[in-house]
């Protein structure tokens, strides 16, 4: 099963950018998304942004994984 995690850009030089998930940032690669801008969320995927996404999506999906963190079943 593979996961991608929504993303938003806060940098960009050329094809790399710079994301923040939940404080923790990163570099992806943008050359599967090469028109992307900072401030966009993106989904990310094995260090490439592989989609945009709307910021309430994101938030949505970013909860989920919280709340999932905490489930202990």
Request: glycine share 6%; aromatic share 6%.
């Amino acid at each position: 099963m593979c996961l991608a995690v929504p993303a938003k850009i806060v940098d960009r030089v050329d094809m790399m950018a710079t994301v923040e998930v939940s404080g923790v940032t990163r570099q992806v690669s943008l050359m599967l998304l090469p028109e992307a801008k900072v401030g966009e969320y993106v989904l990310i995927h094995a260090g490439f942004a592989i989609q945009t996404v709307d910021e309430e999506e994101a938030r949505k999906t970013l909860e989920l994984f919280e709340e999932m963190a905490g489930y202990e079943g």
